[in-house]
């Protein structure tokens, strides 16, 4: 039967049909709850702590501190949301499968582009950091540093705005995205190994910031806590949810651990048991680290610092060692970051493609390691070349915006889901309190932290919008896996 255009626009992958298509082939289900949880810690501890605080403190002062909670309240809400849909819904794609399944074709595509924006740009933004560390390492090992013009992009936020440098090319993110592509293409199963070993890794080592930072903790720090409103800069509340708003991006975690659902062992079970450890772990060293550093150093010291928690570490012992320390355990662990986002964003292009709503190139999967490499090298080559010649002070909102859309759309789609499945989505895990208040207050703390983010995040937001409308017209509705079906 013909289909209209509205028809199209609203028609939904169900559930039973995304549990078909899982069980049809392709990806294999070879993770434990165990490595799961350690993707979404993997994707989410190191980048909002290693990277953002200098872009975060000198927006929010020493109520930064502040700013993670709200993000760590807003995604606390938002898994429980993740938690019920990835019961119902095991399967790859994550919000993008959730919103296929609840509110419609139309929607989920447009999701997909935020997700693809997240993920694509977080990826980018990682690579880069890892990049300072690495020189901080360098520097402190073998009195060695990376020159200028294979460290910096061509692309740079100055002073009076967008500012272009010939002949920069920031190399180190390549080189980190090349290592990334290599282990995702020979298996998730050993990609998830590696990541928990760097997660455990990781986790020591801001343990090792944590105690050092404390030992130089001075009260006085925090004051004042909010800084004051000026013409120029944010100040109270209002600088606390401009610091929200960069940071919020670092609980993309959250999401990876829902992409994953078709390569998890008894996922009813164990996905909705990974999102909310992952969370728990998460938000425990957010602000433990958070603390420390800023009660080891004055919030103003903190704009324009790379490699911030070495340096803090620096300062505070008067010795090279510590320092040296952290910069290794960040070049590992940020390691891991990369490798989870490029993963996540490769797995939503496989979700997408599958139900023909872009080319089949990125569904195609290696018969022996069931890993998508066709889809991997694409994706891996677009986040080296942003990495390589963007600024990461252009990738951190843009981030943000994806994630936060994202997380209102999973939040809707459960009242959604509850209503056109009734009775039978009792059983399994359920948001608490009924469907209607937690997903109301994810979507409203969403919406809080939205307006902190800048105008231009906006415009560059609405540029993207417009490309996904003209992709799905243009393509997407004509080639549809759900165009044979009334």
């Known amino acids: ?94 919000s993008y499968s959730f919103a ?102 990781k986790l020591a080592i801001l343990l090792f910031f944590i105690a050092i930072a404390l030992s130089g903790f001075d009260a006085a720090n925090f004051t004042p806590f909010f800084y004051p409103d000026t013409a120029t800069q944010k100040g109270g509340m209002a600088g606390v949810a401009a610091g929200a708003g960069l940071v919020f991006f670092s609980f993309i975690g959250l999401d990876t651990v829902a992409t994953a659902g078709e390569e998890v062992k008894d996922p009813t079970r164990n996905v909705p048991k990974g999102i909310l450890g992952a969370l728990a772990i998460v938000t425990v060293f957010y602000l433990l680290v958070a603390f420390a550093a800023v009660g080891a150093q004055p919030a103003h010291m903190f704009e324009g610092q790379q490699a911030g928690l070495s ?53 195609k999967v290696n018969p022996r390691t069931a890993a998508p490499v066709s ?16 600024d990461s002070t252009f990738l951190w909102d843009m981030v943000s915006m994806g994630t936060l859309t994202a997380f209102m759309v999973v939040s809707i789609a459960v009242p959604v889901m509850r209503k056109k499945h009734g009775e039978a989505t009792t059983k399994g895990f359920r948001v608490p309190f009924g469907p209607y208040l937690v997903p109301g207050l994810s979507v409203a703390a969403c919406l809080y932290i939205m307006h902190g983010l800048s105008n231009t995040t906006y415009m560059v937001f609405s540029i993207v919008m417009a490309l996904a409308l003209l992709t799905y017209f243009g393509y997407s509705v004509r080639h549809s896996a759900l165009n044979t079906k009334a």
């Not at 889809?375 to 963007?390: D, E, Q, R």
Request: charged share 10%; proline share 4%.
């Open 1 to 94: 039967m013909n289909q209209t255009i509205g028809q199209k626009l609203l028609r939904t992958k169900t559930a039973a049909r995304h549990s078909d298509t899982a069980h049809s082939g392709g990806l294999a289900r070879t993770m434990g709850l165990f490595p799961l949880t350690m993707i979404g810690v993997g994707a989410t501890i190191g980048t909002g702590i290693f990277f953002t605080m200098v872009e975060a403190v000198p927006k929010a002062g020493p109520a930064v501190i502040l700013s993670f909670l709200i993000a760590a309240l807003t995604a606390g809400l938002t898994a429980l949301c993740y938690a019920e849909l990835s019961f119902r819904i095991p399967a790859s794609g994550s």
């Open 100 to 201: 296929y399944a609840t509110l419609g074709e139309f929607a989920a595509f447009i999701m997909a582009a935020c997700l693809l924006l997240e993920y694509g740009l977080a990826g980018s933004a990682t690579a880069i950091g890892w990049s300072d560390y690495l020189n901080n390492f360098l520097t402190n090992s073998i009195h060695w540093q990376i020159p200028e013009t294979l460290r910096t992009p061509f692309i740079v936020a100055g002073k009076h705005g967008v500012e272009f440098n010939p002949g920069h090319f920031n190399l180190p993110p390549v080189l980190l995205v090349i290592l990334c592509a290599v282990l995702l293409i020979r298996g998730t199963k050993e990609s998830a190994t590696t990541n928990a070993i760097m997660v455990l890794i």
């Open 311 to 363: 340096v803090i570490l620096q300062n505070v012992t008067g010795k090279a060692w510590p320092a040296l320390i952290l910069s290794a355990g960040a070049v590992i662990s940020v390691f891991s970051v990369t490798l989870v986002t490029i993963y996540g964003q490769t797995r939503i292009l496989y979700a997408i493609s599958r139900d023909g709503l872009i080319p089949k190139t990125f569904q």
């Open 375 to 390: 889809n991997t090298l694409i994706v891996s080559v677009v986040v080296g070349l942003v990495a390589a010649l963007v």
